[in-house]
């Protein structure tokens, strides 16, 4: 681990103002000059610890004010501060009640010990998941190498990797509460260094490999996320959440996915339908979604809007077993609803 300074920020703006001057926006792993923002740090501190990331300073912002808050509205909707813990979000009666899936996702992601310390901007600007990305020994695509390990490389292991959208970068991103914020069609409050904030959609927030393969968000180095923000649900709002790991205990995801519909009876009027670990980022069904939407909510019509998500589908020599999981996932999703 390289040597770093430490600075304890007091406000955005402080935190802001002690970014170098020459931050580098290149990938991680490609300067020593950067500064870098920490909050739960427990991403940051791997990548500092494997020798990937080596900043010079490291700007502290678990302690700024007012970011650690939940607040709602039944007409404006919840804001969620970026340093509120996993563990607060978990225990947290109103987004129980009126985002039943986020609910679900972050009880089931990490630890309890790595929800306390874990917080919601963090999780969601986490690195993606590939063993060769976060190694210091290859030098893939994302960092700037010249081939993808996990697919090219002679026995290449891929089997944890994405299976659409995986043409160029076949890593996963690793946040599965960003799959349920995304079905509940949030939004991303920045601020950048000169004070001004901009919101943006989670599906605008998220950089396909395919779009620009250096970046996973369109995060700056010289700006910070404030707050998450959900919209008011309404009263047919209903939600699910399903997540399939490798072992019983808190594991990574093999395939998650978030469902939010709008329902009259026994039907879909209108449906957002989100995957998790099946793209570079949290993938959104616009074919499941259409499948759907309009019809009874019943055995049939749920497996043909998850064989609908699958279309797109094109696994890797090592992670078929995928699909099925995605079909399975998606279907007792939609059916918890009903």
């Not at 940051?44 to 004010?65: A, S």
């Not at 630890?111 to 969601?124: C, D, F, V, W, Y």
């Not at 590939?130 to 190498?145: E, L, N, P, Q, V």
């Not at 329902?263 to 957002?272: I, Q, R, W």
Request: hydrophobic share 40%.
């Amino acid at each position: 681990m390289n040597k770093f300074s430490w600075y304890e920020a007091k406000s955005i703006e402080d935190a802001l103002e002690q970014v170098n001057s020459t931050v580098s926006e290149e990938l991680y792993g490609q300067t020593d000059k950067a500064s870098v923002f920490k909050s739960g740090g427990i991403d940051v501190f791997d990548w500092v610890k494997e020798g990937l990331l080596k900043p010079v300073k490291i700007i502290n912002i678990r302690n700024i004010p007012d970011l650690d808050m939940i607040s709602y509205d039944k007409k404006d909707g919840m804001s969620i501060g970026c340093n509120v813990t996993l563990s607060e979000m978990a225990s947290n009666e109103l987004i129980k009640t009126n985002y039943l899936a986020l609910h679900q996702a972050v009880n089931h992601a990490a630890t309890p010990q790595l929800r306390n310390m874990s917080t919601l901007g963090g999780n969601i600007v986490q690195r993606n998941r590939c063993w060769y990305f976060r190694s210091a020994d290859h030098d893939c695509f994302r960092k700037g190498g010249d081939r993808c390990y996990a697919r090219h490389s002679e026995n290449g292991e891929n089997e944890n990797h994405a299976i659409i959208d995986n043409g160029t970068c076949v890593s996963v991103h690793a946040s599965s509460i960003s799959t349920a914020l995304m079905a509940f069609n949030a939004s991303v409050v920045i601020v950048n260094e000169e004070g001004k904030t901009k919101e943006v959609s989670m599906d605008e927030f998220f950089v396909s490999a395919g779009e620009d393969i250096s970046m996973e968000t369109i995060l700056g180095a010289k700006e910070i996320i404030k707050e998450i923000i959900l919209p008011a649900p309404t009263k047919n709002t209903k939600s699910a959440y399903i997540k399939q790991v490798a072992r019983e205990s808190y594991d990574w995801s093999l395939g998650d996915v978030a469902v939010v519909f709008e329902v009259s009876k026994d039907t879909c009027k209108s449906a957002s339908i989100v995957l998790g670990a099946a793209a570079p980022v949290p993938y959104r069904s616009i074919e499941a979604q259409e499948a759907i939407e309009n019809n009874t909510i019943n055995s049939v019509n749920a497996l043909a809007a998850a064989e609908a998500a699958m279309s797109k589908a094109r696994p890797l020599s090592k992670n078929g077993y995928k699909v099925p999981i995605f079909v399975s996932a998606i279907k007792q999703a939609i059916l918890e609803i009903s």
